[in-house]
T-cell receptor, first 116, second 112 residues
Framework: GAGVSQSPRYKVAKRGQDVALRCDPI?????LFWYQQALGQGPEFLTY????????KSGLPSDRFFAERPEGSVSTLKIQRTQQEDSAVYLC??????????????FGSGTQLSVL | GNSVTQMEGPVTLSEEAFLTINCTYT??????LFWYVQYPGEGLQLLLK?????DKGSNKGFEATYRKETTSFHLEKGSVQVSDSAVYFC???????????FGAGTILRVKS
């Protein structure tokens, strides 16, 4: 596709529900990142994939958060037993092969999660 | 650990005014520095970057110089337009890391 696509755009969940957020990176992009952006704050790193390998998950806030990218393309961020503090915008970003993994990230528009 | 501090907003300017958004950082080693911009309803976009001390990044009339002595990367533009209204994020990445560390963002509003 033309850009990084995330779905759904908005998600409302009741506390305790499980949610799954999808990211379609730009075709051919090797690196994929998830960030969490709380209201009025900058994005914070959650996890990083290179192809299907999850190379860094140090930013995941708890074991309720799980991310996967089984075929090295689409990625899913899953949050189990959602809590109110999970309310945020979840951003996905990808980068081209051949570039340094920390430069020229292409971001999606994000999924805004509201936990009631 | 690494961190980025940006001036608080919102910053409100009239069209054609001069813009400065301050950004300072704390980091070990020699980070790369970035400015990302988020226009209303859109995803974050890379605006400019600098990878070593004294480098100047520039794009769309915006400039920022990597100042190691003052650990700063201030964003400037000589004459802003209404279309520059957006949220601006300063960010850094570590020498060996793949994670961006972002500042809290600065809202810019430009009035015609």
């Amino acid at each position: 596709g033309a850009g990084v696509s995330q779905s759904p755009r908005y998600k409302v969940a009741k506390r305790g529900q499980d949610v799954a957020l999808r990211c379609d990176p730009i075709s051919g992009h090797v690196s994929l990142f998830w960030y969490q952006q709380a209201l009025g704050q900058g994005p914070e790193f959650l996890t990083y994939f290179q192809n299907e390998a999850q190379l860094d998950k140090s930013g995941l806030p708890s074991d309720r958060f799980f991310a996967e990218r089984p075929e090295g393309s689409v990625s899913t961020l899953k949050i189990q037993r959602t809590q109110q503090e999970d309310s945020a915008v979840y951003l996905c970003a990808s980068s081209r092969p051949g570039t340094a993994t920390n430069e020229k990230l292409f971001f999606g528009s994000g999924t805004q999660l509201s936990v009631l | 650990g690494n961190s980025v501090t940006q001036m608080e907003g919102p910053v409100t300017l009239s069209e054609e005014a001069f813009l400065t958004i301050n950004c300072t950082y704390t980091a070990t080693g020699y980070p790369s520095l970035f400015w990302y911009v988020q226009y209303p309803g859109e995803g974050l976009q890379l605006l400019l970057k600098a990878t070593k001390a004294d480098d100047k990044g520039s794009n769309k009339g915006f400039e920022a110089t990597y100042r190691k002595e003052t650990t700063s990367f201030h964003l400037e533009k000589g004459s802003v337009q209404v279309s520059d209204s957006a949220v601006y994020f300063c960010a850094l990445s570590g020498q060996y890391g793949n994670k961006l560390v972002f500042g809290a963002g600065t809202i810019l509003r430009v009035k015609s």
